[in-house]
């Protein structure tokens, strides 16, 4: 059964690449003066780290042999993707303008998709040391204190010892805490923080960057998250994942729909994220 094989191999096999992709970024992360910067098509920045983080996995996903859409491979035409059963959807450094501004926000996105649904999630904040990974069905769980590693190699038993459930116990609070993008935030983005404002009394706003919001929602330690700027599908395939099997939603704004994948185009609707 695929989920059998998703548990036992797919799972560490992607757990295992962005943990060595994590080792990739944390080494110019800490060594390097020239980030090489690159301006891409649409704008956003390209690094070195994103290069060698993007090669690293797909090395490791080759040995699986399904097809790789990555933000860093972004230019392959739909009709050869449009029929693809399953794939890895990837974002090899996710927060890019976080990483360049050195705030340590940003994250490994490696998602399994199948039938254009992501049924298997890792999630990797190399400066945290902590794994998010999730499977359709099997619920969100979080390990601490994975370093990079050039050689990682975590068995599904390894990985399984190790996990917490998510949500964490530990996270609860009584302040409303919503979570915004650090660098990407628009007039729209402040309506829908301010709608929150006129339901609860107490609210805290958190700037966040990359996916790790989605996974702070997952733990319980934010409650509410929208968006209202430009996202991309990579940016949250596997994050969503994570929150909806820790008891999380995301829905697009303004029609509250659910988001779709290997669309012809590869950009997200706004959407908003709410906690367990």
Not at 48 to 68: F, S, Y
Not at 116 to 145: S, W
Not at 223 to 251: C, F, K, N, Q, S
């Amino acid at each position: 059964m695929i989920e059998n094989h998703i548990k036992e191999y797919l799972l560490p096999c992607a757990f295992n690449a962005a943990v060595r992709a994590g080792a990739e970024i944390m080494k110019v992360y800490n060594n390097s003066n020239d980030y090489g910067i690159e301006v891409k098509s649409d704008n956003t920045p390209l690094t070195i780290a994103d290069r060698l983080a993007h090669n690293k996995i797909k090395e490791v996903l080759g040995e699986t042999r399904i097809p790789v859409l990555s933000e860093e491979g972004r230019e392959m035409c739909y009709d050869e993707r449009k029929n693809w059963d399953m794939f890895w959807l990837i974002d090899p450094l996710d927060g890019t303008i976080e990483f360049i501004k050195r705030n340590n926000e940003f994250t490994v996105n490696i998602a399994l998709m199948v039938d254009n649904k992501c049924v298997g999630a890792v999630v990797y904040v190399p400066y945290l040391g902590k794994v998010y990974f999730a499977e359709q069905g099997g619920g969100a769980m979080l390990i601490q204190g994975i370093e990079p590693s050039e050689s990682a190699n975590y068995s599904n038993e390894d990985i399984r010892k190790q996990a917490q459930t998510l949500p964490l116990s530990s996270q609860q609070h009584d302040t409303f805490r919503i979570a915004v993008s650090r660098s990407h935030q628009t007039a729209e983005t402040k309506e829908y923080v301010d709608r929150m404002r006129q339901k609860h009394n107490d609210i805290e706003v958190i700037e966040q960057g990359s996916s790790y919001k989605f996974c702070l929602l997952a733990e319980g330690a934010i409650d509410y998250y929208p968006r209202t700027t430009t996202t991309y599908e990579w940016d949250t395939a596997a994050a969503e994942l994570i929150l909806v099997e820790a008891g999380g939603t995301v829905r697009t704004l303004p029609d509250h729909s659910s988001l779709r994948y290997n669309k012809a185009d590869l950009h997200n609707p706004w959407f908003e994220c709410h906690r367990a």
